[in-house]
């Protein structure tokens, strides 16, 4: 409901804008046209001039050309001459703003127009996407790490500077003066970014989003839920999480979307259980997962800059899993030979209910196990 408000709020606001700006040109044209006529007339009465010279000597005198081949010669022809031309020269400058004004204002509209034709087409073509909902500063990090490995995904918030900032986050370069360069001194020009507007952004980086109420369940029907692979809930308030749990788990079930996982984040542990029972797949304590990291960051400094450094650039390792189902080239392999020929560094065998930890590197791949890895990994 409050996403269809807002939608309707922008379609009206342009609309009015656009009113507006037409009955200003109208009133431009139509000063500038009075503005003619009473020069022509003046010219005409005053000076005895003919209406084609009358006319001529008007319009050289609002474009402020004056060739200077026809000058009034009587008194008053010359007073109405200054008082004309003042008059002329002021309002013809406004008149040449505003049609600027209007046409660069236009021009606007028009790309952001095709931009959003061009964003509605994303949403539409997006096939096993992620669903970040909350573009505040879990929801764009959860957005990075989606952007990095290539993993297709639609940002929602219905506050449009979050948005930018999150957009903004996921630009190499515009990252890299922010957060990267810790040892470093370098003047990054982020200006050319900053300047740039949420759909010029989204355009730039391939990367949809909807402005829109996240606990919206229309807003998760907007960005193709039946097609998703899954969602995370990253809103502050565990409340919000909690109603986009139930709204997206019951339009799940409605849909029957197979293998779709919801996760959400919370600060309060109070919350977990209730978002299990709301229909989450999994749930992770923010402060339990920072916590956890910041405390073997510190204890094991070297660990900590290499986890930093190997996060740098294009080639990025990360941990995940592969169900050995969905890869058969690995059946039968052995854990060295993945690691030669996939590099694939096998650090768990997840095997029917046991785990093997560390296995060796004759251990041979079996087609119904989960293996946990660490390697350069892209998503598509």
């Known amino acids: 409901m409050l996403g269809n408000l807002i939608r309707r709020l922008t379609q009206l606001r342009l609309k009015i804008q656009y009113q507006v700006y037409g009955s200003d040109m109208v009133l431009v044209i139509a000063t500038l046209v009075i503005l003619v006529a009473i020069g ?14 009358a006319l001529y000597a008007t319009v050289i005198t609002v474009t402020t050309v004056g060739y200077g081949d026809l000058t009034p010669d009587s008194p008053g022809g010359r007073i109405f001459a200054i008082a004309f031309t003042l008059t002329a020269i002021g309002i013809t400058g406004y008149a040449l703003s505003a049609l600027a004004a209007f046409a660069i204002e236009r021009q606007s509209s028009l790309v952001e127009r ?14 096993d996407h992620m669903i970040v909902l909350g573009a505040g500063q879990m929801g764009r990090h959860i957005a990075k790490e989606f952007y990095d490995i290539n993993l297709p995904f639609v940002v929602i918030d219905n506050d449009e500077q979050r948005l930018k900032e999150t957009l903004l986050f996921l630009q190499p370069e515009y990252y890299q003066s922010l957060i990267a360069n810790y040892f470093e ?23 949809p989003y909807v402005l829109a109420a996240p606990t919206d369940e229309q807003s998760l029907l907007t960005v193709g839920i039946e097609r998703a692979r899954g969602m995370v809930a990253a809103l502050r308030d565990e409340r919000d999480n909690l109603t986009i749990v139930v709204g997206a788990r019951a339009l799940v079930d409605q849909l029957d979307v197979k293998n779709f996982r919801i996760m959400a984040s919370v600060r309060e542990e109070q919350f977990v259980r209730k978002l299990y029972l709301a229909g989450a797949d999994s749930v992770r304590v923010v402060s339990e997962v920072t916590g956890f990291i910041m ?9 900590g800059a290499w986890w930093y450094q190997i996060r740098q650039g294009e080639n990025q390792m990360r941990f995940r899993d592969f169900r050995v189902a969905d890869f058969p080239q690995f059946v039968g392999k ?3 030979s993945l690691r030669e020929e996939f590099r694939i560094q096998v650090l768990t065998i997840k095997r029917s209910d046991d785990e093997i930890n560390l296995p060796a590197p004759n251990t041979v791949i079996q087609r119904d196990d989960i293996l946990i890895g660490l390697g350069m990994f892209s998503d598509r």
Not at 114 to 127: D, F, G, H, I, P
Not at 295 to 303: C, I, R, T, W
């Open 40 to 53: 022509t007339i003046g010219y005409a009465i005053l000076e005895g001039w003919g209406w084609i010279d």
């Open 114 to 127: 095709r931009l959003r034709k061009r964003r509605m087409k994303q949403l539409n073509a997006l096939q």
């Open 185 to 207: 001194i370098r003047k990054v020009d982020t200006d050319k970014y900053e300047q740039m507007s949420l759909s010029q952004l989204s355009a730039m980086l391939d990367v």
């Open 295 to 303: 405390a073997s960051h510190v204890l094991h400094p070297d660990l």
């Open 334 to 336: 052995t854990t060295e």
